[in-house]
């Protein structure tokens, strides 16, 4: 199981919020999701999506075309991959993890 954390960047948009496209994107991802393929959550500055990377790879180019489907000329997607083989942990695992340590004292 993997995590992308992804940034879709529409460019040349009407004004300087995106909030529009962000939007379709979530909805693209809410199908995804309900073909049992990844998980997503939405932060103020990205998105984290979670699944097997095969999958994830779709997805990511999925919600990169949205814009240019709204007749933008350039879009720029930034991902990052976090893909631990040795375990499988889920975005929750890993929060959980670190408020473990904060409960323990940071021992």
Known sequence: MAIVDV???PVGTDGPS??????????KLKAFKAQ???DYQLTPMNT???GELKDLFEVVQAIHE???DKGLDRVCTN???DDRRDKSRKM???VKAVQ???TDGGK
């Open 7 to 9: 940034v879709v960047i």
């Open 18 to 27: 995106v909030s529009k496209y962000i939007a379709e994107i979530q909805t």
């Open 36 to 38: 049992g393929k990844i």
């Open 48 to 50: 984290l999506i979670e």
């Open 66 to 68: 949205l814009p240019f």
């Open 79 to 81: 991902i990052r991959i």
């Open 92 to 94: 929750h695992d890993k």
């Open 100 to 102: 473990d340590h904060l």
